[in-house]
């Protein structure tokens, strides 16, 4: 922690995907229309919020005022879509091609942590042969992977303040703060360091905060890598890509593998079964 002066971070989290792996009679439903085959968390480490915020505002006027959107339904304020704020899912073609020039012109680390859906779902089953009350939540899922996300994250400064994007139809802002003393409180065990940062979370929407907008676009990028194999759009932002800890791709060593600017994510990676180190 620093000495001297008071330090804080600003970190946003959202997810891709979802932590869905059973529909409401029990069915798996992992890979199946509207459930994904991967569960991504992720986080980006952003010091001007405001300054990406304004200049979010700025494009999604001027595209709002340009002619040729003028009858997009996306665009229209009615359709709570890009005229309240930047999706990547719902966002034209040529709409996520200015927002990514636009996050590339700002300074930001984005770090994310991977499930693959289908090796939580042996796991549970593992575990219910030894355990038959055993019943997987999504929370549990969603609050592991935090912990993973974060275990590093929470050491360095004397103050966070850390915006999730608001999905849950219950408040959880109390448990995800939880989940993230868990993961300082475990690094400070095995670092022998004592921190006690102020661990501040609130829960915000898009269309509040342009980091929660920008780090959509990393996760849609992530995501469309994992699901489709679909590597151009998460090119443009490696730069600012700091780490990918797929948790999953256990070919190596039983805690998966991380991605970085040394070792770069791509389809080749994923699909060499002796990956280089």
């Not at 505002?57 to 009615?78: G, H, T, W």
Request: glycine share 4%; with cysteine.
């Amino acid at each position: 922690m620093s000495e001297g002066r008071n330090t804080s971070r600003y970190y946003f989290v959202d997810e891709a995907g979802d932590p869905n792996l059973f529909g409401s009679r029990g069915k798996v439903i992992i890979g199946t229309e509207g459930c994904s085959q991967y569960f991504i968390l992720g986080m980006l480490d952003l010091h001007d919020e405001p300054g990406v915020t304004s200049a979010f505002n700025e494009l999604r006027i001027r595209l709002l005022a340009d002619p040729y959107f003028k009858k997009v339904p996306s665009m229209q304020p009615a359709a709570r879509k890009t005229a309240l704020a930047f999706h990547a899912k719902d966002d034209l073609p040529e709409v996520r091609r200015e927002v990514f020039s636009l996050l590339k012109n700002h300074t930001m680390r984005f770090l994310a942590v991977v499930r693959n859906k289908h090796k939580v779902l042996e796991y549970v089953r593992q575990r219910n042969e030894h355990d038959q009350a055993y019943r997987y939540k999504d929370h549990d899922l969603y609050d592991y992977m935090v912990r993973v996300l974060f275990k590093n994250l929470l050491h360095k400064d004397d103050q966070y303040e850390i915006c999730f994007s608001k999905r849950w139809k219950q408040d959880r802002t109390e448990a995800l703060k939880q989940a993230l003393e868990t993961a300082r409180q475990r690094f400070s065990q095995q670092a022998g360091i004592i921190t006690t940062p102020a661990l501040n979370v609130f829960p915000k929407t898009p269309p509040e905060s342009g980091g929660l907008q920008a780090v959509d676009y990393f996760l849609w990028s992530l995501q469309r890598f994992y699901e489709r194999k679909e590597d151009r759009f998460l090119e443009l932002l490696w730069p600012s890509i700091k780490l990918v800890h797929d948790l999953d791709d256990t070919r190596q060593t039983s805690y998966g593998v991380y991605y970085t600017h040394k070792r770069p994510l791509t389809v080749a990676a994923l699909n060499n079964d002796t990956p280089g180190i």
